[in-house]
């Protein structure tokens, strides 16, 4: 730093500015561009997020009460490829067994059938279901309801299944 300013001393006063001047025109310029470019990726991510809410897939989980005792993990896969892996901890059980929904995953889906499989972990107990999903140009809201039916001690899973149109 300090040999470009004696640099600037022994040049005349008009061949200083010019320097000054192209390097912060340099600096400004790639500047500008590296802002453009970021504004370009915020918008392409603000666009993916906009299609997953329109266009996409939702899950979401919910309890019935009572919350079914040693549940430990909860595993779902899409076509073979696990998209929602969650290993439960005794606090976030508790939320959800006072009447709480958890959003688990909100993703881009093109339309067509799948395969939607959920695994549950309960002690030394695996359930385990799996269903057919067909999806079409619109929003998909899966509620994956986990129970124990007349109180056994082993839980069921249901899916409730809602197709919603876009909205403009």
Do not use: C
């Amino acid at each position: 730093m300090l040999v470009f300013f004696l640099g600037l001393l022994l040049l005349q006063p008009s061949q200083a500015a010019d320097l000054i001047l192209d390097e912060n025109t340099t600096d400004r310029a790639s500047l500008t561009q590296a802002t453009l470019e970021l504004q370009r990726d915020l918008i392409l991510a603000q666009e993916k997020i906009l299609a997953a809410e329109k266009h996409g897939l939702a899950i979401y989980l919910d309890f019935d009460d009572p919350v079914p005792s040693g549940l430990d993990q909860l595993r779902i896969s899409l076509d073979g490829e696990v998209i929602v892996d969650i290993e439960f901890e005794k606090q976030q059980l508790d939320k959800l067994s006072s009447g709480g929904i958890q959003k688990l995953l909100t993703t881009e889906l093109a339309p067509g059938s799948y395969e939607l499989v959920t695994r549950l972990k309960a002690g030394n107990k695996h359930i385990t279901k799996t269903i057919n999903l067909n999806k079409e140009t619109t929003r998909v809201n899966l509620k994956v309801t986990i129970t124990s039916l007349l109180r056994k001690q082993t839980p069921e899973i249901f899916f409730d299944y809602e197709s919603w149109e876009p909205q403009q």
